[in-house]
């Protein structure tokens, strides 16, 4: 039975807007890449709201390493903390929408993750841009809001995949319950992947006036738990809560590093300061001469932020050139490319660069190097 919404005007006027059923699939999948907020990131996850960049619609998905695709995946997103979001959409009319199209996300995901590669992805998103006369590189740090750095966005994302950190979305104008019983379970079931619904049903009035209603479906208590999704209020961090959603986000691997870290800075430090918000932070602080200095910080997202910023306000790396030769430093740890002119800023590099223990060990000798020039560094009279 087909749902009623009221609209009531600034005049008093009530008007009927009655569900119908969208002309085609291509117009909801166009809606989609016009409009991506449709897919309410919020109710994703209220506390930090997806954010979805558009690589492509008709993202071709491979079954073996040399072939060019055997398959069509409406819509390839990725949010914003680097995770690979695959869309497909039915209409409810379809009837393959009732099972099939279980069988069918399982296997783009399946194969995207085994064939898909980062430079295919960024090719992609560059052709997006082209066809919209976009500057890719614009186009992704207003994405990114200053949260990360490109390079470091696209590091995240490979990692991501090659985990299977992915979400699969299932999109129509209405999800059956057969479908959506099938969801939950499997969602119930599966770290570090994800599958949802999404419902966008479509009302309509008088003068086709239109109104879009997006609802997530697949979430339940059981599939929280299973990810470590925390839904409650803002965090105020510590240690323990720190390390448990890192580990959730990120694995035992990047864990492991940070805690490395953690042992072996703790005791040069004068505290340990952990940030209240959303994503969890930790900023290890050392005094000299009665000054604060803050080397690193660390992100649950997987992030290691540099914070030249500060130094810049500090000695003896106030001096650019001091500063240049931290970042040649920086930039021999592979994988690290930070540009010249981020030596006022806060660049960061993927955490998982340091699993490798040669570039961990070429990271602490750096901060190793930095803490002694700091400690011999005396302010001029």
């Known amino acids: 039975m087909n749902e009623t919404i009221f609209h009531l005007d600034n005049s008093g006027k009530l008007s009927e807007l009655n569900e119908e059923n969208y002309i085609s699939e291509d117009l909801l999948q166009q809606l989609l890449a016009d409009y991506p907020n449709l897919i309410s990131g919020a109710q994703i996850n209220s506390l930090r709201p997806r954010r979805w960049l558009l690589i492509s619609r008709e993202f071709r998905v491979p079954d073996d390493k040399d072939a060019s695709g055997r398959w069509s995946l409406d819509h390839l997103f990725i949010d914003q903390d680097g995770i690979p979001t695959l869309v497909e959409v039915k209409r409810s009319t379809d009837t393959r929408i009732r099972r099939e199209v279980i ?84 969602n119930e079931q599966m770290t570090p992947a994800e ?54 986000q990120r694995g035992v691997a990047e864990t492991e590093v940070v805690r490395k870290l953690l042992n072996w800075i703790k005791p040069q430090t004068t505290r340990i300061w952990f940030g209240a918000g959303k994503r969890g932070s930790m900023v290890p602080v050392f005094s000299h001469l009665r000054v604060d200095h803050y080397p690193f910080a660390l992100w649950t997202t997987g992030a290691v932020e540099i914070y030249f910023q500060w130094y810049k306000h500090r000695l003896p790396f106030e001096s650019e050139q001091k500063r240049l030769e931290l970042l040649d430093k920086l930039n021999q740890i592979n ?39 700091v400690k011999v560094s005396k302010p001029t009279i």
């Open 103 to 186: 069988g069918q996300i399982l296997d783009y995901a399946a194969n995207a993750v085994t064939y898909w590669t980062i430079e295919e992805i960024k090719h992609r998103f560059e052709d997006q841009c082209n066809s919209l006369n976009k500057d890719n590189l614009e186009a992704l740090e207003e994405f990114l809001q200053k949260e990360n750095e490109p390079e470091n966005f696209w590091e995240l994302t490979k990692t991501n995949l090659k985990a299977g950190k992915i979400r699969m979305l299932i999109i129509a104008d209405s999800i059956p319950k057969e479908l959506q019983r099938i969801i939950e379970f499997l």
């Open 195 to 248: 599958i949802l619904g999404l419902e966008i049903k479509q009302f309509v009035g008088q003068d086709n006036v239109k109104t879009l209603v997006p609802r997530v479906i697949g979430q339940t208590a059981t599939a929280d738990k299973t990810k470590g999704v925390n839904k409650g209020k803002e965090n105020s961090w510590n240690e323990e809560t720190f390390f448990a959603e890192l580990t959730a």
């Open 335 to 373: 994988g690290v490319s930070i540009p010249v002119d981020k030596i006022d800023k806060r660049p960061s590099i993927p955490l998982n660069l340091l699993v490798d223990e040669k570039e961990y060990q070429k990271f602490l000798d750096i901060y190793k190097w930095f803490i002694g020039e």
